[in-house]
């Protein structure tokens, strides 16, 4: 069985199917739904760690995320996402924001597996299509933001989401800044691509703060924003470059498996 549920506006999609039997024309209808809808999900998913890894690489090279250690040796593309009922502060990725933007090749893509999930409904992730936000812009700001380049680091204002994590699994990692456009191409249509929550400032010093605020403003839109309502053994892919997505305040145990793809 094969199917595709567009989420409301179509931002995300859920699709039916067994990822344990997938051929080369159920794969190729995922890669399509996908670039379509810049977020998918698929629920009851059994994949265990050689499946999920097998799996993720048919989307291209996984890569380590550089601030946590992996999952083991055997798995280290494998980051686990934890909170714990007694962690204290925000919750990891708690801000809008895309994966490792801060390095000079961020992740095309981006996978999380649910292990284990609070109430549903407790600990969600939003995602925010910035397909759409660029196709809102008024016209002034797509002209004045079309040669625009951003500096983003691994110390903006999200990293205060990982000193928990880092406490247990974290690497001496020294500050990564990098530099990337604006507005980009992706899919044969243009997107923002700008992470709120590594943010330094623009490359261009005469723009002004106020353009940082309207920006940020626009981009998270609750009419461009889809809330996942995450269930045990749930898989969600999302495309990092057009996507913005930040987990939820939750209190409670949770464990996902993330992978990054290159």
């Known amino acids: 069985m094969f199917k595709i549920i567009p989420n409301k506006k179509n931002i995300g999609a859920e699709l039916i199917c067994d990822l344990n039997k997938i051929n080369n024309s159920k794969l190729k209808k995922i890669k399509s739904a996908l670039s379509k809808y810049g977020m998918i999900y698929f629920r009851n998913q059994n994949l265990n760690s050689d499946h999920y890894i097998k799996f993720a690489r048919k989307f291209g090279t996984l890569a380590n995320y550089p601030r946590l250690k992996g999952l083991n040796k055997k798995y280290p593309q494998i980051t686990v996402v934890q909170r714990k009922s007694t962690d204290k502060g925000p919750s990891f990725g708690e801000q809008f924001h895309t994966d490792s933007i801060y390095t000079k090749k961020p992740p095309r893509f981006t996978m999380l597996l649910s292990k284990l999930v609070p109430k549903k409904g407790q600990a969600n992730t939003d995602f925010c299509s910035q397909y759409l ?11 004045k933001f079309k040669n625009e380049k951003c500096i983003f680091s691994s110390e903006g204002p999200i990293s205060i989401t990982r000193i928990e994590r880092e406490k247990e699994k974290g690497k001496k990692a020294k500050e990564l800044v990098s530099k990337h456009n604006l507005i980009r191409k992706i899919n044969s249509k243009y997107t923002l691509y700008c992470s709120p929550g590594h943010f330094i400032r623009f490359n261009n010093d005469k723009i002004e703060k106020k353009f940082k605020n309207y920006l940020f403003k626009h ?16 898989l969600a892919i999302w495309d990092n470059r057009s996507m913005l997505h930040q987990a ?7 464990i996902m498996h993330r992978i990054t793809v290159q």
Request: net charge positive.
């Open 133 to 143: 936000a660029y196709e809102n812009l008024p016209n002034k700001f797509k002209k």
């Open 219 to 234: 981009q998270v839109k609750k009419k461009f924003q889809y809330s996942l309502e995450w269930e045990k053994n749930q």
């Open 248 to 254: 939820t305040a939750f209190k409670g145990d949770r």
